[in-house]
């Protein structure tokens, strides 16, 4: 297998907060800085959500113009994906970052279940959010909770109204929404395969199913997520040090299956990205 891996970094997230794990970044500083080493370390997208100074999570559109501009500075060529995820705002609060024209924004097209809410994500505002990233040219990265999220991007896709390459990611292991099961992958990537041969896709797992996600992505020949917003340990008994020593441990398992680990030029180029 000779398909490069791409490596998404996911740095910080809504939730984790550093009493879990205090390599958790919350400031702007923060956040760069530990990019940056994921960065060095083989993540070629950095996906980003924002807090306040006490960590309370945001969608103000200076403190993600903020970040987009220090990571530009000091991870050059990264690829920069903004969420517009429901745990930092509501409505179209969630789209206040586009007009900053990432490279790419979190797109959710369905609703589901999360631990302690549900996860709203009405049609009108899928399509508001979906119409302005076409206006200011963003390439949506899908986060798929279910296999209905997975088939309404395909649809979305088809009738011209997700810009640019279709790009679904596969979420597993949030409680409540789809676990991490192999059968379950194994459909996704088949129906991806069948129903978007064009299509790229990539893998997140929550929690301790994130390096076993991880494996079943890059064995598969598709692309993966791990970072601190996903899963704050390295094993049961350990706090991972740091983003980077997550992504160190996907690019050891790009090694494991032979795959050559994307760097950020080659990722826009396999994920139709204008230059950096």
Known sequence: MTNPCIICVAITGSVPQQSDNPAVPITIEEQVESTQEAFEAGASIAHCHVRMEDGTPTSDPERFARLKEGLEKHCPGMIVQLSTGGRSGAGQARGGMLPLRPDMASLSVGSNNFPTRVYENPPDLVDWLAGEMRTYEVVPEIEAFDLSHILQAIRLHEQGKLYGPLYVQFVMGVKNAMPADKEVFDFYVKTVKERAPEAQWCAAGIGPNQVV?????????????????????????????SNAALVRRAVELCGKYDRPVATASEARSILGLRAA
């Not at 598969?220 to 340990?233: F, K, M, Q, W, Y």
Request: aromatic share 4%.
């Open 213 to 241: 996600v991880n494996e079943w992505a890059i064995a598969a020949g598709g692309h993966t997520r791990t970072g601190l917003e996903d899963n704050i340990r390295l094993d049961r008994e350990t706090l991972a040090p």
